[in-house]
């Protein structure tokens, strides 16, 4: 679509310029026909004298604007008169030039800063999110490439690779500070008490589902001249023994809470200041990456995993688009109402392109003189032409123009001084 618009703007410009160029050469017709037809009056009168030279004046006005138009991009006539043909003989140059102009007034570290400063990149983003319209094409764009870059993770050998880097960055990280720190917010939430709980009403439900297996215990470990009834009596204490321990440490001011939040708060510390149990922690971490089984459940659960997101990305109601596309315009909207964000979102757009673009400008100019320099100098010659070519024929038109009235006036001035 961009190709075709693009073909049909040259298509345009190259017919504007034939039109102003059969204008301007038309002009310049009409002034030498203008001119013949006052040379072949036999007994001129004033006014005739006053057309010829004023078409006189025309006709060289016209002509060394013509030749100063064609003398740009080529030779005039096809003869090689030197210093014509500007634009193909110094087409590197003007490539060297064009790309220290860029280099110098367009990607000074100042101009930069300034026009991104000017965009206000995070208010225009937010806005634009923020719209649903925007927020699901962005969201389309997303999850059309999500099932490539899945699909890609398929070759054995980038899998192998992955596996490889995620391996070699969970074995740097230092686990045991993350899990100290991880530790304290559990036991700050009083989560740590929570499963002590839970274990206690586990503890209740195992003994409750295996008293009778108790009983035969006691039974069975008592000796023989004991009656039944009070192996059954002491079974029946034990169990009760047991749930009144239990019952003893639910309550919240229990001694062996107490000991939990020390052994909580011991463990804590030790994560994250003790490197002994640092390194205990690091060594069973490695043992667990280093386990085959642990590295085939993995990557049953990866295959698992991106057989329902590759399911889920090309269904019609994709559940990861809409969630994508909230989420973007939940960002959107986030942004919008958050000033201080938009300032840092500012911040580090414009530095990410002042070390990205600003040390670079000056291969960029490089660039741009390079591309130039391979250009075809009968290329670069259309190129130019036909952006600003309709505008040189002005100046030919122009020319016949003040040429015919610089003529009159000459005329006029002329036979006034010398009558």
């Given amino acids: 679509m961009k190709a075709e618009v693009a073909i049909g703007g040259e298509r ?11 204008l301007a050469t038309g002009m310049l017709l009409v002034m030498a026909a203008v001119f013949l037809a006052t040379r072949l009056v036999e007994e001129p009168s004033y006014w005739v004298l006053l057309i010829r030279a004023g078409a006189e004046a025309a006709l060289v006005g016209g002509l060394a604007d013509w030749f100063a138009v064609t003398a740009l991009f080529r030779h005039p006539l096809g003869l ?19 790309g220290r102009f860029v280099e110098r007034n367009f990607l000074a570290p100042n101009l930069v800063a300034q026009k991104v400063r000017s965009l ?8 634009w999110l923020s719209t649903r319209q925007n927020a699901d094409a962005a969201a389309e764009r997303i999850v059309a490439t999500l099932p490539y870059i899945l699909e890609s993770l398929e070759d054995q050998e980038i899998r192998e690779f992955v596996r ?3 391996n070699q960055q969970l074995r740097a990280v230092n686990l045991a500070p993350i899990l100290g720190k991880a530790l304290a917010v559990l036991s700050e939430s009083g989560q740590h008490q929570m499963l002590f709980d839970k274990a206690l009403i586990i503890v209740r439900k195992l003994l409750l589902e295996h008293e009778q297996r108790i009983y035969e215990l006691v039974s069975r470990r008592s000796s023989w001249w004991v009656p039944r009834s009070i192996d059954l009596r002491v079974a029946r204490a034990i169990v009760a023994g047991v749930h009144e321990l239990l019952d003893e440490l639910e309550a919240p ?16 510390d030790k994560l994250q200041h003790s490197p002994d149990y640092a390194e205990k922690v690091q060594s069973l971490k490695d043992q667990v990456l280093a386990n085959p089984v642990i590295q085939e459940y993995l990557s049953a659960v990866w295959d698992e995993v991106r057989r ?8 019609p109601e994709s559940t990861t688009r809409e969630a994508i596309a909230g989420g973007l315009q939940s960002l959107g909207r986030a942004l919008g109402e958050d000033r201080r964000m938009q300032n840092r979102v500012n911040r580090s757009v414009e530095r990410f392109v002042m070390k990205a673009v600003v040390p670079w400008r000056v291969e960029i100019g490089g660039f741009i003189a390079e591309v130039v320099r391979g250009w075809d100098a009968r ?3 259309d190129r130019m032409e036909l952006a600003v070519g309709r505008d040189l024929q002005y100046i030919r038109m122009n020319g016949t123009l003040v040429g015919a009235l610089v ?7 002329s036979d006034w001084l010398f009558r």
Avoid: W, Y
């Fill in 120 to 127: 206000e990149i995070a208010t225009r983003l937010s806005a």
């Fill in 407 to 413: 003529g009159c006036l000459l005329f006029v001035l």
């Fill in 379 to 381: 290329t670069v010659s």
């Fill in 164 to 166: 490889q880097a995620l």
């Fill in 80 to 98: 090689p008169i030197p210093h014509t043909a500007i634009v193909p003989r110094n087409k590197d140059r003007i490539g060297e030039g064009l």
């Fill in 12 to 22: 345009a410009q190259r017919r504007a310029l034939r039109q102003h160029r059969l």
């Fill in 308 to 315: 329902l997101v590759l399911a889920d990305l090309t269904a």
């Fill in 253 to 268: 001011d229990h001694e062996a809470r107490e000991r939990v939040d020390r052994a909580v708060a011991e463990m804590i």
